[in-house]
Every structure is written in structure tokens, then in C-alpha cells.
């Protein structure tokens, strides 16, 4: 994987990816995966969880089970999370395991990090 050491803010749609790559040596504080159908695996987001400074996470992942978020349970720095697994029961069950609130507005997180250009 290419090294982005000054991404903040990761947003990922529909790729056809199985499982995300191990983002353990960049600062971003903000992850975005939505539509990622082909994420299936227990340890689909394991690379994910590995991010030092992760602070908001959103999810929409029709087939990941919830035991792909294990990882984020107790998570350092990790603060806020919205989950969406395709099911009502699935999703409670994933806000019953993190017990978070979800992230703010992406215009909100965008004007509190000084963000101007979204790509």
C-alpha cells in the first residue's frame, strides 16, 4: 500500500475489496466504508482497527457479521461510530457491541479539520 502519511479522512465506496489493508502507520481520524459489499469476513476490517488515531468510524456493509467489529471494541482513541450491517437486528447488535454514538455530518468534520477540498 502506498504510504499517505497526511490522510485524515478515508472514504471508501463500493470497491469490490474482501478485506481493507492495515492502515496501523497512519494518523487518519476518520473512516468511511460504504456500500462494500464483497467485505464478508470476520476479519474484513481488522487493517482498519489498526489505526492509531481512528476516532469516527461509519459502516455500511450489507454482509460483514458483526464479529468484524471486535476489533474496534475498546479501541484507543476511537470515539464515535455508526454501523449499518443490512438488518435491524444485525445493526442493533453492532451498537450494542461499541457502544458509541455516531460520527458527526462529513460538512461538520470537514469545517472542524480545516478541510476545503474533498475528493
Known amino acids: 500500500m502506498t504510504r499517505l502519511p497526511a490522510l485524515q479522512w478515508l472514504r471508501l465506496e463500493t470497491l ?6 492495515d492502515f496501523g502507520s497512519n494518523p487518519m481520524t476518520r473512516a468511511e466504508c460504504l456500500g462494500l459489499r464483497h467485505l464478508r469476513h470476520p476479519a474484513a476490517l481488522q487493517g482498519l482497527a489498526a489505526a492509531p488515531q481512528l476516532g469516527k468510524l461509519l459502516v455500511a456493509a450489507p454482509h460483514l457479521p458483526v464479529d468484524a467489529l471486535v476489533p474496534f471494541v475498546d479501541h484507543p482513541t476511537l470515539e464515535r461510530a455508526g454501523i449499518t450491517l443490512g438488518s435491524h437486528q444485525r ?10 454514538p455516531p460520527p458527526p455530518p462529513d460538512r461538520q468534520f470537514a469545517a472542524m479539520h480545516e478541510l476545503t477540498r474533498i475528493l
Open 16 to 21: 469490490t475489496v474482501d478485506r481493507l489493508p
Open 91 to 100: 445493526d442493533r447488535d453492532a451498537d450494542d457491541l461499541l457502544r458509541l
